[in-house]
Protein backbone atom coordinates (compact mmCIF):
# COMPACT_ATOMS: atom_id res chain seq x y z
CA UNK A 1 0.00 0.00 0.00
CA UNK A 2 1.33 3.13 -1.27
CA UNK A 3 0.69 6.68 0.56
CA UNK A 4 -1.62 7.38 -2.13
CA UNK A 5 -4.18 4.52 -1.82
CA UNK A 6 -7.00 4.03 0.08
CA UNK A 7 -8.14 1.46 2.20
CA UNK A 8 -11.35 0.04 2.34
CA UNK A 9 -13.62 -2.47 4.48
CA UNK A 10 -16.90 -4.25 3.15
CA UNK A 11 -19.31 -5.49 5.29
CA UNK A 12 -22.17 -8.09 4.78
CA UNK A 13 -25.73 -6.47 6.51
CA UNK A 14 -29.24 -6.77 5.83
CA UNK A 15 -31.90 -4.14 6.01
CA UNK A 16 -32.35 -4.29 10.05
CA UNK A 17 -28.07 -4.40 10.44
CA UNK A 18 -27.32 -1.79 8.19
CA UNK A 19 -27.86 1.43 9.89
CA UNK A 20 -25.71 0.22 12.82
CA UNK A 21 -23.11 -1.01 10.90
CA UNK A 22 -22.88 1.88 8.86
CA UNK A 23 -22.61 3.87 12.28
CA UNK A 24 -19.81 1.32 13.39
CA UNK A 25 -17.68 2.04 10.11
CA UNK A 26 -18.19 5.97 10.84
CA UNK A 27 -17.03 5.55 14.25
CA UNK A 28 -13.66 3.78 13.05
CA UNK A 29 -13.29 6.42 10.62
CA UNK A 30 -14.80 5.97 7.44
CA UNK A 31 -14.64 9.51 5.29
CA UNK A 32 -17.87 7.45 2.98
CA UNK A 33 -20.25 4.63 3.35
CA UNK A 34 -21.60 3.07 0.54
CA UNK A 35 -24.38 0.81 -0.21
CA UNK A 36 -24.38 -1.76 -2.34
CA UNK A 37 -26.39 -4.83 -3.41
CA UNK A 38 -25.30 -7.86 -2.69
CA UNK A 39 -27.27 -10.17 -5.55
CA UNK A 40 -28.65 -7.82 -7.95
CA UNK A 41 -31.61 -7.04 -6.67
CA UNK A 42 -34.46 -4.48 -8.59
CA UNK A 43 -35.62 -2.05 -6.73
CA UNK A 44 -38.96 -0.44 -8.16
CA UNK A 45 -39.46 3.47 -8.00
CA UNK A 46 -40.11 3.94 -4.59
CA UNK A 47 -42.93 6.59 -3.81
CA UNK A 48 -41.45 10.22 -2.36
CA UNK A 49 -39.77 9.95 0.65
CA UNK A 50 -39.51 5.80 0.53
CA UNK A 51 -35.93 4.66 0.50
CA UNK A 52 -36.02 0.63 -0.10
CA UNK A 53 -33.00 -1.37 0.26
CA UNK A 54 -32.19 -4.67 -0.99
CA UNK A 55 -32.89 -8.07 1.34
CA UNK A 56 -28.79 -8.50 0.84
CA UNK A 57 -26.76 -5.55 1.09
CA UNK A 58 -22.50 -4.91 1.17
CA UNK A 59 -21.61 -1.87 2.97
CA UNK A 60 -18.44 -0.33 1.90
CA UNK A 61 -16.62 2.24 4.13
CA UNK A 62 -14.26 3.94 2.51
CA UNK A 63 -10.77 5.45 4.81
CA UNK A 64 -8.69 8.08 4.48
CA UNK A 65 -5.31 7.65 1.76
CA UNK A 66 -2.63 6.34 3.96
CA UNK A 67 -4.30 5.15 6.71
CA UNK A 68 -2.11 1.90 9.11
CA UNK A 69 -3.52 -1.04 8.59
CA UNK A 70 -2.79 -1.97 11.63
CA UNK A 71 -4.38 1.25 13.09
CA UNK A 72 -7.51 0.22 10.81
CA UNK A 73 -7.82 -3.00 12.11
CA UNK A 74 -7.84 -1.67 15.60
CA UNK A 75 -10.19 0.94 14.93
CA UNK A 76 -12.74 -1.11 13.63
CA UNK A 77 -12.62 -3.25 17.21
CA UNK A 78 -13.14 -0.11 19.34
CA UNK A 79 -15.46 1.71 17.34
CA UNK A 80 -17.34 -2.10 17.58
CA UNK A 81 -16.78 -2.28 21.45
CA UNK A 82 -17.95 1.65 21.70
CA UNK A 83 -20.86 0.63 19.80
CA UNK A 84 -22.30 -2.65 21.55
CA UNK A 85 -21.25 -4.64 18.66
CA UNK A 86 -19.80 -7.95 18.01
CA UNK A 87 -17.18 -7.76 15.49
CA UNK A 88 -18.90 -8.42 12.55
CA UNK A 89 -16.35 -10.26 9.33
CA UNK A 90 -15.02 -7.93 7.16
CA UNK A 91 -12.94 -7.76 4.11
CA UNK A 92 -10.64 -5.46 3.55
CA UNK A 93 -9.57 -4.06 0.09
CA UNK A 94 -7.15 -1.65 -0.75
CA UNK A 95 -8.23 1.16 -3.31
CA UNK A 96 -5.36 2.40 -5.53
CA UNK A 97 -5.23 6.12 -5.98
CA UNK A 98 -6.36 7.38 -10.13
CA UNK A 99 -7.38 10.01 -11.22
CA UNK A 100 -11.09 9.51 -11.12
CA UNK A 101 -12.14 12.06 -13.61
CA UNK A 102 -10.32 10.00 -16.34
CA UNK A 103 -11.63 6.70 -15.18
CA UNK A 104 -15.10 7.18 -16.51
CA UNK A 105 -13.97 9.11 -19.27
CA UNK A 106 -12.50 5.98 -20.43
CA UNK A 107 -15.61 4.36 -20.01
CA UNK A 108 -18.68 6.59 -21.74
CA UNK A 109 -18.08 7.04 -25.29
CA UNK A 110 -20.42 8.49 -28.16
CA UNK A 111 -23.47 6.44 -28.84
CA UNK A 112 -25.49 6.33 -31.87
CA UNK A 113 -29.23 5.76 -31.90
CA UNK A 114 -30.31 5.90 -35.50
CA UNK A 115 -28.53 6.96 -38.68
CA UNK A 116 -28.07 10.93 -37.80
CA UNK A 117 -28.50 10.94 -34.05
CA UNK A 118 -25.59 10.64 -31.41
CA UNK A 119 -25.19 11.04 -27.69
CA UNK A 120 -21.50 12.29 -26.56
CA UNK A 121 -19.82 13.12 -23.53
CA UNK A 122 -18.34 16.77 -23.72
CA UNK A 123 -14.54 14.83 -23.81
CA UNK A 124 -14.98 13.92 -26.78
CA UNK A 125 -14.98 14.48 -30.51
CA UNK A 126 -18.33 14.44 -32.44
CA UNK A 127 -18.04 11.29 -34.38
CA UNK A 128 -20.38 12.78 -37.31
CA UNK A 129 -20.48 16.74 -37.18
CA UNK A 130 -23.41 16.94 -39.29
CA UNK A 131 -25.45 14.91 -37.46
CA UNK A 132 -27.57 15.92 -34.27
CA UNK A 133 -24.81 15.28 -31.07
CA UNK A 134 -26.35 15.78 -27.86
CA UNK A 135 -23.75 16.32 -25.45
CA UNK A 136 -24.44 14.58 -22.09
CA UNK A 137 -22.11 13.96 -19.26
CA UNK A 138 -23.20 10.98 -16.31
CA UNK A 139 -24.71 13.47 -13.26
CA UNK A 140 -26.32 12.95 -10.46
CA UNK A 141 -29.91 12.43 -12.52
CA UNK A 142 -30.84 8.85 -14.03
CA UNK A 143 -30.80 9.31 -18.13
CA UNK A 144 -27.34 8.86 -20.12
CA UNK A 145 -28.18 6.22 -22.33
CA UNK A 146 -26.57 3.34 -21.06
CA UNK A 147 -29.53 1.99 -19.70
CA UNK A 148 -31.76 -0.18 -22.44
CA UNK A 149 -34.70 1.91 -21.62
CA UNK A 150 -33.32 5.07 -22.36
CA UNK A 151 -31.30 3.75 -24.96
CA UNK A 152 -35.01 2.54 -26.47
CA UNK A 153 -36.31 5.34 -26.05
CA UNK A 154 -33.16 7.26 -27.85
CA UNK A 155 -33.61 5.03 -30.46
CA UNK A 156 -37.29 5.20 -31.34
CA UNK A 157 -36.13 9.27 -31.74
CA UNK A 158 -33.15 8.76 -33.81
CA UNK A 159 -34.81 6.53 -36.09
CA UNK A 160 -36.99 9.34 -37.14
CA UNK A 161 -33.49 11.18 -38.35
CA UNK A 162 -33.30 10.35 -42.02
CA UNK A 163 -34.00 12.97 -44.89
CA UNK A 164 -35.04 15.52 -42.05
CA UNK A 165 -32.67 16.34 -39.33
CA UNK A 166 -35.45 18.05 -37.91
CA UNK A 167 -38.33 15.08 -37.74
CA UNK A 168 -40.33 16.64 -35.10
CA UNK A 169 -40.35 20.12 -36.24
CA UNK A 170 -43.20 22.12 -34.35
CA UNK A 171 -44.21 19.15 -32.09
CA UNK A 172 -44.79 19.36 -28.56
CA UNK A 173 -43.28 17.21 -26.10
CA UNK A 174 -43.67 15.53 -22.46
CA UNK A 175 -40.95 13.85 -20.98
CA UNK A 176 -42.33 12.40 -17.62
CA UNK A 177 -40.26 11.34 -14.81
CA UNK A 178 -37.28 13.10 -16.80
CA UNK A 179 -34.11 12.59 -14.66
CA UNK A 180 -31.20 13.94 -16.72
CA UNK A 181 -33.54 15.49 -19.63
CA UNK A 182 -32.07 13.54 -22.07
CA UNK A 183 -35.20 12.49 -24.26
CA UNK A 184 -36.76 15.93 -23.71
CA UNK A 185 -33.66 17.34 -25.06
CA UNK A 186 -33.23 14.55 -27.61
CA UNK A 187 -36.79 15.88 -28.80
CA UNK A 188 -35.78 19.68 -28.93
CA UNK A 189 -32.31 18.76 -30.96
CA UNK A 190 -34.50 17.19 -33.13
CA UNK A 191 -36.52 19.70 -34.49
CA UNK A 192 -39.60 19.89 -31.51
CA UNK A 193 -41.36 23.15 -30.89
CA UNK A 194 -41.43 22.87 -27.46
CA UNK A 195 -40.82 20.29 -24.49
CA UNK A 196 -42.02 19.64 -20.95
CA UNK A 197 -39.80 18.00 -18.67
CA UNK A 198 -41.49 16.63 -15.70
CA UNK A 199 -40.14 14.72 -12.37
CA UNK A 200 -40.96 14.27 -8.78
CA UNK A 201 -37.27 14.79 -7.65
CA UNK A 202 -35.52 18.19 -7.58
CA UNK A 203 -32.36 17.03 -8.69
CA UNK A 204 -34.13 15.85 -12.00
CA UNK A 205 -35.13 19.10 -12.68
CA UNK A 206 -31.76 21.09 -12.35
CA UNK A 207 -30.24 18.39 -14.00
CA UNK A 208 -32.62 18.79 -17.05
CA UNK A 209 -32.22 22.97 -16.62
CA UNK A 210 -28.48 22.48 -17.22
CA UNK A 211 -27.95 19.47 -19.57
CA UNK A 212 -30.64 22.07 -21.38
CA UNK A 213 -28.70 25.14 -21.41
CA UNK A 214 -25.24 22.84 -22.32
CA UNK A 215 -27.31 21.76 -25.15
CA UNK A 216 -28.26 25.11 -26.14
CA UNK A 217 -32.08 24.06 -25.85
CA UNK A 218 -32.94 26.00 -22.69
CA UNK A 219 -35.70 28.82 -24.10
CA UNK A 220 -37.80 25.63 -25.46
CA UNK A 221 -37.56 23.96 -22.34
CA UNK A 222 -40.48 23.61 -19.68
CA UNK A 223 -39.63 22.33 -16.87
CA UNK A 224 -41.67 21.60 -13.28
CA UNK A 225 -42.63 18.87 -10.63
CA UNK A 226 -45.28 16.02 -11.80
CA UNK A 227 -48.05 17.62 -9.48
CA UNK A 228 -47.67 21.27 -10.71
CA UNK A 229 -46.25 21.71 -14.22
CA UNK A 230 -49.30 22.69 -16.28
CA UNK A 231 -48.85 20.10 -19.41
CA UNK A 232 -50.12 20.98 -22.82
CA UNK A 233 -51.92 18.27 -25.01
CA UNK A 234 -48.92 16.80 -26.48
CA UNK A 235 -47.88 15.18 -30.04
CA UNK A 236 -45.63 13.15 -28.23
CA UNK A 237 -45.87 11.62 -24.45
CA UNK A 238 -42.71 10.00 -23.32
CA UNK A 239 -42.32 8.37 -19.94
CA UNK A 240 -39.22 6.40 -18.81
CA UNK A 241 -40.28 4.92 -15.48
CA UNK A 242 -41.94 1.94 -14.19
CA UNK A 243 -44.77 -0.38 -14.12
CA UNK A 244 -46.79 0.76 -11.14
CA UNK A 245 -46.56 4.64 -11.87
CA UNK A 246 -47.43 3.88 -15.57
CA UNK A 247 -50.24 2.05 -14.42
CA UNK A 248 -51.32 5.01 -12.32
CA UNK A 249 -50.39 7.66 -15.03
CA UNK A 250 -53.06 6.17 -17.58
CA UNK A 251 -56.17 8.39 -17.41
CA UNK A 252 -53.62 11.52 -17.36
CA UNK A 253 -51.39 10.40 -20.33
CA UNK A 254 -54.54 10.25 -22.79
CA UNK A 255 -55.89 14.01 -21.14
CA UNK A 256 -52.22 14.92 -22.10
CA UNK A 257 -51.99 13.42 -25.35
CA UNK A 258 -53.47 14.97 -28.72
CA UNK A 259 -55.80 12.60 -31.10
CA UNK A 260 -53.45 10.84 -33.20
CA UNK A 261 -50.31 11.60 -30.80
CA UNK A 262 -47.81 9.10 -30.20
CA UNK A 263 -46.96 7.80 -26.50
CA UNK A 264 -43.89 5.91 -25.37
CA UNK A 265 -43.38 4.08 -22.53
CA UNK A 266 -40.32 2.40 -20.95
CA UNK A 267 -38.88 1.25 -18.04
CA UNK A 268 -41.01 -1.77 -18.06
CA UNK A 269 -40.18 -5.55 -18.12
CA UNK A 270 -41.33 -8.01 -20.82
CA UNK A 271 -43.90 -9.33 -18.52
CA UNK A 272 -45.63 -6.11 -17.24
CA UNK A 273 -46.26 -5.63 -21.08
CA UNK A 274 -49.74 -7.22 -21.40
CA UNK A 275 -51.07 -5.59 -17.92
CA UNK A 276 -50.23 -2.23 -18.98
CA UNK A 277 -51.53 -2.49 -22.49
CA UNK A 278 -54.96 -3.36 -21.38
CA UNK A 279 -54.49 -0.42 -18.83
CA UNK A 280 -54.12 1.44 -21.53
CA UNK A 281 -56.16 0.16 -24.90
CA UNK A 282 -59.40 2.12 -23.93
CA UNK A 283 -57.16 5.37 -25.27
CA UNK A 284 -54.71 4.32 -27.17
CA UNK A 285 -53.76 1.55 -30.00
CA UNK A 286 -50.33 -0.15 -29.73
CA UNK A 287 -47.84 -0.87 -31.94
CA UNK A 288 -45.56 -4.28 -32.31
CA UNK A 289 -43.57 -4.65 -29.06
CA UNK A 290 -39.71 -4.22 -29.37
CA UNK A 291 -37.61 -5.50 -26.25
CA UNK A 292 -33.68 -5.21 -25.01
CA UNK A 293 -32.41 -7.73 -22.02
CA UNK A 294 -35.70 -8.04 -20.68
CA UNK A 295 -36.89 -4.36 -20.92
CA UNK A 296 -39.60 -3.59 -22.94
CA UNK A 297 -40.43 -0.30 -25.09
CA UNK A 298 -44.12 0.38 -25.65
CA UNK A 299 -45.42 2.80 -28.39
CA UNK A 300 -49.22 3.00 -29.38
CA UNK A 301 -51.44 6.07 -30.85
CA UNK A 302 -53.87 7.89 -29.13
CA UNK A 303 -57.39 7.56 -30.60
CA UNK A 304 -59.92 9.99 -31.28
CA UNK A 305 -62.01 10.48 -28.73
Request: net charge negative.
Amino acid sequence: MTSQDWPEISVCATPATAEALEEWLFAAGAVSVTYKDSHDQPILEPAPGEIPLWDEITLVGLFAQATSIDDLHSSLHLAAIDNSLSVPDYALNILQDTVWERTWMADYQPMQFGPHFWVCPSHCVFPDEQAINLKLDPGLAFGTGTHPTTAQCLQWLGEKTGASLQPLAGKTVIDFGCGSGVLAIAALLLGAGSAYAVDIDKQAILASCQNADINGVSKKLHTGYANELQLPCADITMANILFEPLTTLAERFAAVTSSGGQLVMSGILEHQVEPLCMRYNPWFDFHPVSAYNGWALLTATRRPE
